[in-house]
């Protein structure tokens, strides 16, 4: 069979060429090289870098990972591996100290976290070490945020008054004795200062504990000796 010309409509219709770029996009940075970004002007986590479930570095995964286990065949009990990833989802929660929607995946345990406690706000800013350890790296980082606005810095400062303590901050205190301390190693100070309290808190608690058998233990003797 004959192959028949080309039109000469065919051949005057240009040639469109595919838009060529060499430069890497900021979409596909490595995650050691975003992670470094987005903290480099931020006191560093004092958990570090999840190296075993990286993605949970950009979320709030409330320190969850993978799990692996078996599932078993009622009929024949025969086990096959299988894995149990997180409930990741990603959501716009609203952030009344910067004003705005802020876009972060989240866990649904985390999330029914933040409605518990009234807010992503008060999810972020909260104080105990636990709540620390679930934020890991990206919610350090929106934690850092929060801290910078002016709503949050009002909110330290009437705590501040509340206890008694100088309405100024760490590096106001410090510049006025003399002595100029950035606001990082302030915040390393703070750390210290509250794992020295849970170390006592958890000294007195386990005092307590071990004076409570104590005294189970007493009572016990008398009543063996009644009986």
């Not at 999840?50 to 009622?74: C, D, E, I, M």
Request: hydrophobic residues 35%; proline residues 4%.
């Amino acid at each position: 069979m004959a192959c028949r010309p080309p039109s000469t409509s065919s051949l005057t219709v240009p040639f469109l060429r595919r838009a060529f770029h060499t430069s890497q996009s900021l979409s596909a940075r490595p995650a050691a090289s975003q992670l470094a970004h987005q903290h480099a002007t931020i006191p560093d986590y004092p958990h570090g870098i999840s190296h075993w479930y990286k993605q949970s570095n950009f979320g709030l995964y409330g320190a969850s990972r993978p799990q692996s286990g078996n599932t078993v065949s009622s009929r024949t009990e025969i086990k096959n591996r299988r894995k149990w990833f997180p409930n990741i989802h990603s959501q716009r929660l609203w952030s009344d100290a910067l004003d705005r929607f802020v876009r972060v995946k989240v866990q649904a345990r985390v999330m029914r976290t933040i409605d518990k406690v009234g807010g992503l706000d008060e999810y972020l800013l909260g104080e105990k070490a636990g709540r620390i350890r679930e934020l890991g790296m990206g919610g350090w980082a929106l934690r850092w945020r929060l801290m910078r606005t002016e709503k949050v810095r009002e909110r330290f400062r009437m705590q501040r008054v509340a206890m008694g303590l100088p309405e100024e901050g760490y590096e106001e205190v410090m510049k006025a004795e003399g002595g100029v301390v950035s606001e990082g190693e302030a915040v390393d100070r703070e750390r210290a200062i509250d794992r020295i309290l849970d170390k006592e808190t958890k000294r007195e608690d386990a005092g307590v504990e071990l004076g409570n058998l104590e005294m189970g233990e007493v009572v016990k003797e008398g009543s063996r000796a009644t009986v």
